[in-house]
């Protein structure tokens, strides 16, 4: 919306303004009869010194020159081949020389005959990027009297597009909206760029408006909106949040979002789509969006792989969760060396002790144990306290690795930091019993029996008690065995 985008629409209104044909500008319409009447005419004719003059500048404007290209038409004989084509050769100086002396007896022309030389001067200002000159070239188009009703409008236009251009928001509205009165035919084009100027001015409701009516029309006439008009209703939805309600402007962004990803499939536009069904909590959809720019691979920053790997989790696809991590590990990207102020590859996704316990409980969740205890440990070995080993530990007793979950679990104590240090000495008890090393499981349920919370103490005690039960049966059996062996 800014100055760079109106100046490609005002671009190619201008020439299309300078260069059609003169009955262009007023189309009939008969259902149209209340239109406004005007004293202009549709045509006149020049003075014959005049017309031949504006002969030789058209025709120094639209001189050509040969010039060779390769050919690239994979379908013709002469492909790869330097082939002779014309290209656009400008005689500028025989234009401003003409119309230099035309100027000169401007007071002796007919009102007629000098619009059509303004008219081609502002053009000449404007091929100059003489903006202001251009203004007021334009200007003196429709300021004379037997202007044409075509060239006026034409002119109209042209001059909206220019202090538009010059970011004259206010007088381009006005010249935009006085054209608008006067023909016939308004395009959605045109209704765009009014919903840009407004847009530019702060006035969102009349932007939003005409922005709907170029949709409408663009439809109407058999062609897809443009992406911007679009970019343009959002935004003025955002701005008018307050006045409108947030959940109604949520959901009239979602509709945009939703036509955008199909039109107009970016990454921008799948994130503002899933960030707004976040928002409507409809975290489904959410998930559903954000795994398509994934799909597409949109996604190149690490918090949009985390978001959508815990969107997975959170409905039950941990493998895909886990997937996703992986995928933002392997892809990298290029990142600002602060020091060295260097260009480096990095991946999406760092290794840090976080993301490594996400990618482990996706992995857990999903049921691959054997992909989960390598990312575990490598986040235990740079983990600041003793948790992760402690979990790691977990992990092991889970599937009876019992020497590697008292090495865990060992480590975590050693470690240090540890929220709950009595719930890792139970565990490390339960694997020392497993272990049949119930001395050492004593131990470690007595160390836990010391906390203060009742019901860690009360599992405590009641380990302690079934340790020994189980050893004085397991020395009872050893007994047994060794009578039998003797008799």
């Known amino acids: ?39 202009y005419k549709k045509a006149r004719v020049l003075q014959n010194s005049t017309a031949k003059k504006i002969t030789k500048v058209t025709e120094a404007l639209e001189r050509v020159k040969i010039v060779q290209i390769k050919d690239t038409n994979k379908e013709s004989e002469t492909f790869g081949q330097m082939i002779p ?4 050769d400008p005689d500028m100086p025989t234009v401003i020389k003409i119309l230099t002396d035309m100027r000169s007896k401007a007071s002796e022309m007919k009102s007629y005959d000098r619009s059509i030389m303004w008219n081609y001067w502002g053009y000449v200002y404007y091929t ?6 251009a203004l007021k070239a334009y200007t003196k188009v429709i300021n004379e009297e037997e202007v044409t009703l075509p060239l006026r409008n034409g002119t109209l236009f042209t001059l909206a597009s220019l202090h538009m251009y010059e970011e004259n928001w206010s007088k381009g509205i006005e010249l935009l909206l006085m054209w608008m009165d006067e023909v016939e035919t ?26 709907i009516t170029a949709i409408d029309m663009a439809e109407l006439e058999g062609y897809t909106p443009k992406e911007n008009w679009y970019v343009i209703m959002a935004a003025c939805y955002e701005e008018l949040k307050n006045k409108i309600g947030e959940k109604e402007t949520l959901l009239k962004q979602l509709d945009i979002y939703e036509i955008l990803v199909n039109l107009y499939p970016k990454k921008r536009y799948f994130l503002q789509l899933g960030q707004t069904y976040g928002t409507l909590e409809r975290e489904k959809d959410y998930m559903t969006a954000l795994n398509a720019a994934y799909q597409s691979d949109y996604l190149d920053k690490e918090g949009e792989y985390l978001t959508l790997a815990q969107l997975l989790l959170m409905n039950g696809n941990p493998y895909w969760a886990a997937s996703v991590i992986v995928s933002g590990q392997e892809k990298e990207v290029l990142v600002t060396n602060e020091k060295t102020k260097e260009e480096e590859l990095k991946p999406v996704v760092k290794d840090t002790e976080k993301n490594l316990k996400l990618l482990a409980d996706s992995w857990r969740m999903a049921q691959e144990i054997d992909k989960a205890i390598p990312v575990l440990e490598k986040a235990a070995k740079i983990s600041k306290d003793g948790e992760t080993y402690v979990l790691l530990g977990n992990l092991y ?7 590697q979950a008292v090495d865990a679990i060992k480590k975590g104590i050693k470690k240090g930091k540890l929220k709950k240090i009595s719930q890792a000495h139970l565990t490390l008890g339960q694997a020392h019993f497993e272990l049949q090393n119930f001395d050492e499981a004593k131990k470690q349920f007595r160390m836990a029996a010391r906390d203060k919370d009742k019901k860690i103490k009360k599992t405590a005690n009641n380990w302690i008690k079934y340790t020994e039960s189980e050893e004085s049966r397991i020395k009872y059996m050893q007994q047994r065995r060794d009578y039998i062996k003797q008799s």
């Open 1 to 39: 919306m800014r100055k760079l985008n109106l100046a490609r629409l005002f671009t190619a209104f201008l020439v299309a303004c300078i260069f059609m044909p003169v009955d262009s500008f007023a189309q009939s319409n008969a259902s149209n009869k209340s239109k406004k009447q005007t004293t």
């Open 85 to 88: 084509t014309e290209e656009p």
């Open 128 to 133: 100059q990027e003489n903006y202001p000159e």
């Open 186 to 211: 308004v395009t959605a084009q045109s209704w765009s760029f009014l919903a840009s100027a407004y847009y530019q001015i702060e006035d969102y409701t009349k932007s939003l408006d005409a922005s």
């Open 397 to 403: 007793l889970s599937e009876d690795k019992l020497k």
